[in-house]
T-cell receptor, first 112, second 113 residues
């Protein structure tokens, strides 16, 4: 158990819909990262938050947004979903620069 | 931009043998960190080992060790006494300035009994 909790584990939704993925980092970790992994692909960095502030953006679509709340949990919002958005979405947390990044178990999103 | 290259899409090794997975990276930073993650069929991302760029000594975690060649920007992973449970996708990654963790495309490791 990495200590990072992601909910839900699985999500099936229709095209055009909106979903919210939730991540609770390890106790004390201030950094939260979101990644997307499509089938048999590597991990693509989406966005990084540190203590409530956005620190870096990767290849995140405009239809996607994220935030980190005062209690440090984070949510990734995906809207106007397309078939190609089907993927495994990972959240990872770390204490800070160079620290170990621990991953949650991921949310498997299927868009039908 | 940071890039990480894993030139071996697939590798296989006999159980109890040693295997080395290759990774090269590109960076203009003097201070950075390198990681290897393992992703078994469960798809969980498991941290295997990490290396601080300023340290010359190669990191070791039990049967896992790295060969860090800073000048060549190379960071290979050696797995000794391979076990069936080592079968997984292995991703090399680098992080700079607490911004983002950039991964290579992965190497699928098969362990032959």
């Amino acid at each position: 158990d990495s200590g990072v909790t992601q909910t839900p584990k699985h999500l099936i939704t229709a095209t055009g819909q909106r979903v919210t993925l939730r991540c609770s980092p390890r106790s004390g970790d201030l950094s939260v990262y979101w990644y997307q992994q499509s089938l048999d692909q590597g991990l693509q960095f989406l966005i990084h938050y540190y203590n409530g502030e956005e620190r870096a953006k990767g290849n995140i679509l405009e239809r996607f947004s994220a935030q980190q709340f005062p209690d440090l949990h984070s949510e990734l919002n995906l809207s106007s979903l397309e078939l190609g958005d089907s993927a495994l979405y990972f959240c990872a947390s770390s204490a800070g620069q160079g620290a170990w990044s621990f991953f949650g178990q991921g949310t498997r999103l299927t868009v039908v | 931009a940071q890039t990480v290259t894993q030139s071996q899409p697939e590798m296989s090794v006999q159980e109890a043998e040693t295997v080395t997975l290759s990774c090269t990276y590109d960076t203009s930073e003097s201070d950075y960190y390198l990681f290897w993650y393992k992703q078994p069929p469960s798809r969980q991302m498991i941290l295997v080992i990490r290396q601080e760029a300023y340290k010359q000594q190669n990191a070791t975690e039990n049967r896992f060790s790295v060969n860090f060649q800073k000048a060549a920007k190379s960071f290979s992973l050696k797995i000794s006494d391979s076990q069936l449970g080592d079968a997984a996708m292995y991703f090399c990654g680098t992080i700079q300035g607490a911004q983002k963790l950039v991964f290579g495309q992965g190497t699928r490791l098969t362990i032959n009994p």
